[in-house]
């Protein structure tokens, strides 16, 4: 049966809310979330004992992530600067996964299945960073199990490299909906759990890969296109990096034309290490 153009607008109109994310529908009367939020904090306020979740181990293999209540809407400044406070406060990277896991302001936080930290090695001299999980780790619970990894895996080993001398991260410990790429807004809160983490783990190298964790690591807004086959010095913290930006994993699954200029970068990684030695 053909559906009349009404049904399939709204039928668009329903693909489109569910690629960006949308889980709950709300009535037609407007609301001040701002103001709900500042009463709930002001409410909150006489509560002395500490409510936060304990912590959690850095690779929860598995594990599904709580359900928690929503959290109080928070403006996007406010979110950022609570970001940068927990993230700070971190004294270990069990500590930093704790208080990512249970930041309120976290996107995609309750709406994925998993919180995949990443393929932690202790004292690696070198940290891969992607954006986020896909389906596969979604769906299985173990990060960095899809088919990008798989790439990441080959391209580790062509420098002599392996889960047992490198760490595996996520800028965003969730799967956003739909597999999108993140938000300039949704990489500034994760961007200084992100920066933490390379302060706190102290690796000699950085490999990047996409849009997101470029941004964040360097700071910029350039293309992914301009910064790719130079060397840079990340800044996180007190801690300084060698960092090399190359396409998305995923970009070099779907065309294999980007895949000789990121082999001429992974030499100069190999170089750095060497460097660093």
Request: include cysteine.
């Amino acid at each position: 049966m053909q559906q009349d153009p009404d049904h399939r607008a709204l039928a668009a109109l329903l693909d489109w809310y569910v690629e960006s994310g949308v889980d709950l529908a709300l009535d037609e009367a407007p609301h001040d979330r701002y103001a709900d939020s500042a009463r709930a904090a002001v409410a909150q306020r006489p509560q002395a004992m500490d409510t936060r979740a304990p912590p959690i181990p850095l690779q929860p293999q598995g594990a599904e992530s709580p359900r928690r209540a929503a959290a109080p809407i928070a403006a996007p400044d406010e979110a950022i600067r609570a970001a940068e406070q927990e993230a700070s406060s971190a004294r270990d990277l069990d500590d930093l996964a704790a208080r990512l896991a249970d930041f309120p302001h976290a996107p995609f936080r309750d709406m994925a299945q998993h919180f995949l930290f990443g393929a932690v090695t202790p004292d690696a001299r070198l940290i891969a960073f992607d954006a986020a999980p896909g389906v596969t780790e979604e769906t299985s619970g173990e990060a960095f199990s899809g088919l990008s990894a798989k790439l990441l895996d080959n391209m580790l080993a062509a420098i002599g490299l392996d889960r047992t001398s490198a760490s595996l991260a996520y800028v965003s410990p969730w799967r956003p909906p739909g597999d999108r790429a993140l938000s300039p807004h949704e990489a500034a809160i994760f961007a200084p759990f992100a920066r933490r983490r390379v302060e706190l783990a102290r690796p000699d190298v950085l490999l990047i890969f996409g849009e997101a964790p470029a941004r964040i690591m360097l700071t910029t807004n350039e293309p992914v296109g301009k910064l790719r086959g130079k060397a840079f010095e990340a800044r996180c913290g007190a801690h300084v990096a060698r960092a090399f930006v190359f396409s998305s994993l995923e970009a070099m699954l779907k065309s294999a034309a980007l895949k000789p200029a990121a082999w001429r970068d992974l030499r100069r990684v190999a170089a750095a290490l060497q460097e660093r030695c």
